[in-house]
């Protein structure tokens, strides 16, 4: 959250003057009180400022950094993932390549007959198939992609934080949405959506209403 020269000015008085009421901060900052009635609401929605009847505004104690926070945490993934890209394992490295630059991504996740997620496949991962000297027109996309369990997934119901945290920390561009299905006994994950650092860029985009 980003604050005006105003707000900021706001905070520092009430941080420092507390509980203050509104009409006192008027005059501080030599302004109307209807001028600064905005500026308060904002501040005080955002739960940077509390307010107090016949007490006046006190200062939460919260910065804007954890306001952030607030909101990514309660975002869920499926608000904001995207279609997932997949490809068969049994698919050709040379169809994850069209695949791959078609659909214009970085990874495609490779899925069994059933649906299942088997692994996924980065663009590093194809330029090494290409350059291997293996003809890629015969050559399965199984051969060269990650496989499970050493894949890092996302689930819908999981926050947009806990997922960005995922992408950073393990230095992938993209997660696998999934959910758990119970086939044959065995835990498996059905791929459902698609979770990028392009979608985080589109959150705060429409968050900050451009």
């Given at each position: 959250m980003e604050l005006t020269k105003r707000?900021?000015?706001i905070l520092e008085i009430v941080r420092?003057?507390?509980?203050?009421?509104?009409?006192?901060?008027?005059?501080?900052l030599n302004i109307?009180?209807?001028?600064?009635?905005?500026?308060?609401?904002?501040?005080t929605m955002a739960g940077l400022l509390g307010a107090r009847p016949r007490v006046g505004y006190y200062y939460t104690g919260r910065e804007p950094r954890d306001v952030i926070a607030g909101v990514l945490g309660n975002i869920r993934v499926q608000e904001v993932q995207s279609r997932p890209i997949v490809v068969r394992e049994t698919s050709t490295v040379y169809d994850a390549i069209v695949t791959m630059f078609?659909?214009?991504?970085?990874?495609?996740?490779?899925v069994s007959e059933e649906g299942f997620l088997e692994g996924l496949a980065s663009r590093k991962d194809m330029l090494k198939a290409?350059?291997?000297g293996k003809d890629i027109?015969?050559?399965?996309?199984?051969?060269?992609?990650t496989r499970m369990?050493?894949?890092?997934?996302?689930?819908?119901?999981?926050?947009?934080?806990?997922?960005a945290e995922k992408l950073i920390h393990h230095q992938v561009d993209s997660l696998p949405v999934v959910e758990t299905v119970l086939h044959e006994g065995r835990e498996k994950y059905r791929v459902v959506g698609r979770f990028t650092k392009t979608n985080i860029t589109r959150l705060f985009?429409?968050?900050?209403g451009k």
């Open positions: 707000q900021e000015k420092n003057h507390g509980p203050i009421t509104g009409e006192e901060i008027a005059q501080k109307s009180r209807a001028a600064l009635r905005p500026d308060l609401a904002i501040l078609i659909e214009d991504v970085g990874t495609i996740f490779v290409t350059m291997g027109n015969k050559l399965p996309v199984g051969v060269v992609m369990p050493n894949i890092i997934v996302t689930y819908p119901d999981e926050s947009v934080l806990r997922a985009v429409s968050l900050a």
